[in-house]
């Protein structure tokens, strides 16, 4: 492998050397030993595979088949896991240990082509791990350079816009998706140039001399090893769940990951699970030399174009991203902690909109002249590692080993180009992108900086507070100009370099503006007496804040636009992008800029006009637009309307982060946290004030309207909504689809629909869910059966579809007396241990004729006693079994039996699966509402010619039977 860079420091300028502690070096001596081998290779001869090979492969294209089921796939997940348990015992091979583990994919899962199959897979990995046992593993590197070269004569068409926005949504990739929209996003990856090479060198700058006065003077506090217990197999499966993302250096995904936590490898996954909870609590115990963590703390760096100039995006390796994440969760409350109030990145619940709240009020307090807001000069690349780490063993020790570990020598960044070659640079100095802890590493980096500053300007009207590298202060010019001066001087010593051409003060008062540029004099400050852009709100005078929201609406108004176009023929895609990421955008802006809702008119009106009658293939009613602003849960879409939002959410935000506002205002070194007791009472108020929306809304509308809105507001009706359009999970619905559910949810007329139905009435959207010919309503009944009996099959061992019931004596008191009678599923051992549990499915029409006369809930229980009275006595006495009829609606809500049984089977699931119960039971609703969804559209949509052909390819029509 590649040498590491030592860091270069002059000890001339240390006051003290940096307390850092060493590990043992590692021992070379053991290569002479010939009797350690592995796989009949030596020791020396492995290890220089090992080597050469990750070298070589982290500049290869992503070419990795998914794992495919059976016991050749554990056995890779076996030979991961021996890898990791050779680092964490300290064997002779703890040296190359990690990096085996992560050249594996990559020497082992080559996709032989794009048309390969699963099969396929399976046999070329058994060939494979063959050959590994063999130790032929120059076959193996050979075979997978082959492969490479093939990828590289193969030149794909570039997707459009459009194309490449649903692909990232049927995969789950919503950021991505989103940044597609974004004008100002970047222009693409830069191909790899001797000018794009120099500039990613400018930005990540050698290791900084430790200078005077910038090292902690501490006891360092034991953190025992019990403290990281927490981190255990469950953990690492919960923290492997939460990783997405690309790929790293090993071309190792967080989609690939994915698998580690599938019950079907069961105890091979849950093997290399805790074989990584005991790696990630020694690198928080026990220091570790840096070469045996090469591999693991390496990056992979993308230039993008910044139009103009380059921004690197570092992708971390996907192993230390799961490790991260765990030793994240573990200290988190101490890293808040030890941050306190002046550095809200530390992981503060809604940090960013305490400290922007905090600022204006602080800025337009009477004794406030001005505001100054600092940009610092490629900030995360320079903060002084060694510095850094000194001091964290102070400040949070328990979170300083892994940091140490991490960061005690170079990162090593990987920049791949076009033929399989790349360039490697070296990270010295400040975070590492892609790592989860470097914002907590960046925030105890710069808290003895603010520290300092605190106490330099305590008797001066100055007041800062901190978002990672962007730093504010507010008060008297004389103030800031003592906080500015000492800024400058002692920053440099923690790596914080202030850009002066980019740093603005603000004058509250523009007749301070010559006096402000004579207190000033000697910077290169920039002044302004109208505002600026701060922590993505503004601050300012009022018609600053006007020119900025005018900006801001503007803009999203053509990122609009472009969703509205993609709507067009991807409406699914749209809409969860729109709900689930993007209106998060401006959302920030409502809760963070007072009077936002006088701007944000055009926006509305776009959403209205132009998003929505997209969506809907045609435009809405008012009673219509303020129906889909309503949440989900309670009949609508989640489209709000943010003229009538924004001032609430605005107070909503100062309530909550009125504790750590407070404390930010007094300058208070002791941590604080959102008001959860504001939290607890603005939710209250929303959901009181969504319940008396929707009953308004009730009061406006038709009985049929009306009977919509009380089914689509109950739990499971807009499962399929709040889901992502996942591909894999079957969670994606076409154009048509889309658009006749939205419209069939609210009772809307749909186009295109033909008169009179080949039953010879009258054709309509009631009649056409109750209309038995064609055979749809038969299989909208067998979808859901053939669904819950798969499930079923997962967690009990004898599970029967269409069970035959035995003879029924004259006097069984059922009204079903008929031999040859069938249920629809049997299950041995669901509620009782050997006991038969029969289960009958009926799906039924809420909007019938029949239906609206009585209340919902009566319609379940009229269908239930129905189906009870035709079989629960017969199977109870015939079977000694259990019977539980399954009511649905079409819209895909469950009646109070149902309901239990879902939660049951959930439950079981989770047992399985070893899912979280309320994962397994949205799944479960998800699966069960897109199949209503599917068929809901199904019966109204179809053209009299396909009508007739199913009618013709039905069998059995079936008669005089509910389904």
């Known amino acids: 492998m590649t040498d590491i860079p030592t860091l270069s420091i002059n000890l001339h300028d240390f006051v003290s050397t940096p307390d850092i502690p060493q590990p043992d070096a590692v021992e070379d001596a053991i290569s002479d030993n010939p009797a350690l081998q592995y796989n009949g290779t030596s020791f020396t001869d492995f290890s220089a595979f090992v080597a050469d090979f990750y070298d070589e492969s982290r500049f290869w294209r992503n070419n990795i088949f998914p794992l495919p089921p059976g016991q050749v796939s554990k056995k890779f997940m076996d030979i991961q896991t021996h890898w990791i348990q050779q680092f964490n015992f300290d064997t002779p091979f703890r040296k190359i240990a990690l990096t085996t583990v992560l050249i594996l994919p990559n020497l082992l899962l080559q996709k032989p082509s794009g048309s390969s199959k699963v099969a396929d897979h399976r046999k070329l990995l058994e060939r494979r791990l063959e050959c590994w046992e063999k130790g032929e593993f120059d076959v193996l590197k050979r075979d997978g350079l082959v492969i490479q070269r093939k990828l590289l004569s193969s030149r794909r068409k570039e997707p459009s816009a459009s194309q490449l926005f649903t692909r990232y949504m049927l995969q789950g990739k919503l950021n991505a998706a989103t940044r597609l929209l974004e004008k100002d996003g970047s222009g693409g990856v830069l191909p790899l140039s001797d000018a794009v090479i120099n500039s990613l060198k400018d930005k990540h700058p050698e290791a900084s001399p430790v200078m005077t006065g910038s090292l902690l003077h501490g006891p360092v506090n034991d953190i025992p ?37 599938h019950k079907k490898f069961n105890s091979s996954g849950q093997l290399f699970r805790e074989a990584v909870a005991h ?19 390496a990056c992979k760096l993308i230039p993008l174009d910044k139009r103009p100039g380059v921004r690197p995006i570092g992708v971390g390796e996907i192993l230390r991203r799961i490790v991260g994440k765990c030793v994240s969760w573990v200290v988190k409350e101490e890293v808040k902690a030890a941050a306190g109030p002046l550095q809200v990145a530390s992981g503060v619940k809604s940090g960013a909109e305490g400290a922007i709240h905090a600022m204006r009020d602080l800025f337009q307090d009477d004794e406030s002249e001005g505001i100054i807001l600092i ?204 709900i689930h990421s993007y209106q998060h955008k401006f959302t920030y802006f409502l809760r963070t800029i007072p009077g936002f809702e006088h701007f944000v008119k055009p926006l509305d009106d776009l959403i209205t006009y132009g998003f929505l009658p997209t969506l809907f293939g045609g435009p809405l009613t008012h009673v219509e637009r303020k129906m889909v602003a309503l949440p989900t849960r309670h009949g609508g879409l989640g489209v709000q309307i943010l003229g009538e939002r924004a001032q609430k959410d605005f107070a909503t935000s100062t309530k909550v982060t009125s504790k750590l506002t407070e404390a930010i205002k007094e300058q208070s070194l002791i941590a604080q946290d959102i ?74 007329e ?47 061992n004898d599970v029967e579809t269409e069970p035959q019931l035995l003879p029924t004596p ?55 006693r129905e189906k009870k009275r035709a079989y629960n006595n017969r199977v109870m006495q015939n079977e000694g079994g259990t019977f539980t009829p399954l009511v649905f609606t079409v819209f895909g809500t469950a009646s109070r039996e149902c309901s239990n049984f879902l939660k049951t089977l959930s439950m079981k699931l989770d047992t399985k699966t070893e899912d979280k119960n309320e994962d397994a039971i949205c799944w479960l609703r998800c699966k069960l509402s897109f199949l209503c969804i599917k068929h809901l559209g199904m019966c109204p949509s179809q053209k009299p010619r396909q009508l007739m052909q199913h009618i013709a390819l039905t069998s059995r029509i079936i008669k005089g039977q509910n389904y």
């Open 225 to 261: 090893p019990s403290f990281y217990d927490s981190i255990d197999e469950k953990m690492v499966s919960r923290a492997i769940r939460y990783t997405k993302g690309a790929a790293g250096p090993s071309n190792i995904s967080g989609q690939f990951m994915q698998h580690y936590c």
């Open 279 to 297: 790696l990630a609590r020694k690198l928080c115990t026990t220091h570790i030399h840096s070469a045996q963590l090469a591999s693991f703390t």
């Open 375 to 578: 940009d610092a000069s490629n900030a995360f690349n320079r903060l002084n590692r060694a510095v850094t780490l000194h001091n964290a063993r102070i400040l949070c020790p328990e979170v300083a080993t892994y940091l140490i570990n991490t960061y005690r020598q170079p990162s090593s960044l990987i920049i791949q180009g076009d033929d399989n070659t790349g360039e490697v640079l070296w990270s010295c100095e400040g975070t590492v992108q892609g790592d989860n802890l470097g914002m907590h590493f960046y925030c105890l980096g710069t808290l003895p900086l603010i520290t300092r500053l605190h106490h330099h300007v305590a008797d001066s009207n100055c007041k800062q507070c901190w978002l990672a590298d962007d730093a504010t202060a507010v008060g008297s010019l004389h103030g800031m100009r003592k906080w500015f001066d000492e800024l400058l001087k002692i920053g440099y010593e923690y790596g914080y370099f202030v850009n002066q051409s980019k740093t603005w003060l603000i004058i509250k008062d523009p007749s301070d503006l010559e006096r402000a540029k004579d207190i000033f004099q000697g910077t290169d400050v920039q002044f302004t007496t109208e505002g600026k852009r701060h922590l993505g709100a503004c601050i300012g005078s009022d018609s600053y804040r006007k020119e900025y929201c005018d900006g801001i609406v503007k803009e999203c108004c053509e990122e609009i636009e472009n969703l509205c176009d993609i709507a067009k023929y991807h409406p699914h895609a749209a809409y969860a992008n729109y």
């Open 675 to 748: 008001c959860h007791e504001s939290v607890r009472e603005a939710k209250v108020c929303k959901e009181t004030e969504f319940r008396s929306n929707r009953d308004g809304l009730m009061r406006e509308v038709t009985p049929p309207v009306k009977r919509v809105l009380e089914i689509i507001s109950e739990k499971g009706a807009s499962s399929w909504l709040n889901a992502l359009p996942l591909k894999a999970q079957g969670f994606a619905l076409n154009k048509t689809e889309f658009t006749d559910a939205l419209n069939l949810r609210y009772f809307r």
């Open 750 to 796: 749909l186009r295109g629909l033909r008169s009179d139905c080949p039953c010879g009435q009258k054709f309509t959207v009631t009649h056409a869910l109750n209309c038995k010919r064609g055979g749809f309503v038969h299989m909208r009944h067998d979808s859901i059966r053939d669904l819950l009996a798969k499930l079923l099959s997962r967690v009990q």
């Open 810 to 864: 004259e006097e069984t008191a059922s009204e079903n007396t008929a031999d040859g009678a069938r249920l629809d599923i049997r299950a041995r051992g669901f509620w009782r241990n050997g006991q038969h549990a029969f289960f009958d499915v009926r799906v039924f029409n809420p909007l019938s004729a029949t239906s609206l006369k009585s209340s919902l809930k009566l319609c379940y229980s009229n269908q239930e």
